[in-house]
C-alpha cells in the first residue's frame, strides 16, 4: 500500500511538475488527502523534486552540456575581453538569459519590513486552510487561457530571448513559488506574451526550472535534515523512480499538445480543480 502511495505521489510530482498545472499545488493537495505532514512531507517533497530534476537532464542533456561548456568558455572570453553579447551563438545565448531570469529568485530574500518575499511566501504555503491553494489555481488556469487567446494567431515570432524577455519570465518564475501558480505555465505564458516562440519557450521553461528545482530541493533538504525523519526508503525509490518516468512523459507530451493546438485545455483543467479544491475547502476536508 505504500508503495503504491509513493508511486501515485511521484506520478503526480512528475506530470505536474511540467504540465502547466502547478506541481507544488497538486502534491500539496494529495499530500493533504493522504495525511503527510511535517518532516516527512518536507522530505518526500525533496526526493520527488529529485525525480523530475532528473527528467529535464535526461530529456535536454545535449543542450544542457552545450550551455555548461559555454558558461565556463565566456568565463574564458570575459577574461580575455573577447566576450561579444550582441553576438553570442543559441545555446551561449540561452546559458546568459535563463542565468538572468533565475537571478530574480535572489530578489526574494531582501527583507520587506520583519520578513522576505519569500518569509511571506511560505508562510501562505504553510497554511493548512485549502482556500489560498484554490486561488492559485483559478489564477494559473485564467493566465493560460488568456495567453492562448493572445497568442492563437500570432504570425511574428522570435527564437532567442532578450534581457527583458528573460528579466519578465523570471519575474514570472517568482510569482510561481506560491503553491498552485504552475512554474511551467506562468514562465510559458510569459515568454509567449513576449513574443517567443512556442519551441523554444518549451526548452528555455524546462532548462529553467533545473536551478530552480535544485535549489529548492536542496533548501527543503536542509529543513528536513534538521528533523527527525522516519521514512521508508523502498517506497520512496519507487515515487522518485514514478517522479522520473512520469516527468519525461509529461515534457514529451507538452511539446506534443503544442503542436497541436491543445495547450489550453490545462486552462479549463486548472478552473476545475479550482472549483474542486474549493469544494474541498468549504467541507473542510
Known amino acids: 500500500m505504500e508503495i503504491l502511495k509513493h508511486i501515485l505521489l511521484g506520478m503526480v510530482q512528475g506530470l505536474s511538475e511540467f504540465l502547466p498545472i502547478s506541481s507544488s499545488g497538486h ?3 494529495f499530500q493533504h488527502l493522504f495525511g503527510y505532514t511535517g518532516e516527512e512531507n518536507l522530505f518526500v517533497s525533496v526526493m520527488l523534486h529529485v525525480g523530475t530534476l532528473a527528467a529535464v537532464l535526461l530529456v535536454y542533456h545535449k543542450l544542457i552540456g ?9 568565463i574564458r572570453d570575459l577574461c580575455t575581453g573577447k566576450f561579444d553579447f550582441k553576438h553570442m551563438n543559441p545555446p551561449r ?36 486552510s485549502l482556500f489560498p491553494l484554490a486561488a492559485a489555481f483559478c489564477f494559473t488556469g485564467l493566465l493560460l487561457l488568456v495567453t492562448f487567446r493572445l497568442t492563437a494567431r500570432q504570425t511574428k515570432v522570435r527564437r532567442a530571448a532578450k534581457v527583458k524577455d528573460a528579466l519578465i519570465i523570471g519575474g514570472a518564475q517568482c510569482v510561481a513559488t506560491l503553491s498552485g501558480v504552475s512554474r511551467s505555465g506562468s514562465t510559458m505564458a510569459a515568454g509567449l506574451l513576449c513574443g517567443l516562440s512556442r519551441e523554444y519557450m518549451v526548452q528555455y521553461s524546462f532548462i529553467l526550472s533545473v536551478p530552480a528545482i535544485a535549489a529548492a ?9 534538521t528533523g527527525q525523519i522516519s521514512v521508508a526508503v523502498v517506497p520512496l525509490l519507487f515515487g522518485v523512480l514514478s517522479a ?28 476545475a480543480l479550482a472549483a474542486v479544491t474549493l469544494v474541498l475547502a468549504i467541507a473542510g476536508v
Open 93 to 128: 545565448r540561452m546559458m546568459v538569459m535563463i542565468l538572468i531570469s533565475t537571478a530574480l529568485l535572489g530578489l526574494m530574500i531582501i527583507p520587506l519590513g520583519p520578513y522576505s518575499l519569500k518569509d511571506y511566501i511560505e508562510m501562505v504555503n504553510a497554511s493548512e
Open 66 to 74: 552545450q550551455m555548461i561548456v559555454e558558461f565556463f568558455t565566456s
Open 217 to 225: 530541493a536542496l533548501s527543503d533538504a536542509k529543513d528536513a535534515f
Open 27 to 29: 502534491v500539496k493537495l
Open 244 to 271: 522520473l518516468v512520469f516527468g519525461v512523459l509529461s515534457i514529451k507530451l507538452i511539446q506534443w499538445l503544442l503542436k497541436k493546438d491543445r495547450y489550453q485545455l490545462f486552462g479549463y483543467y486548472c478552473l
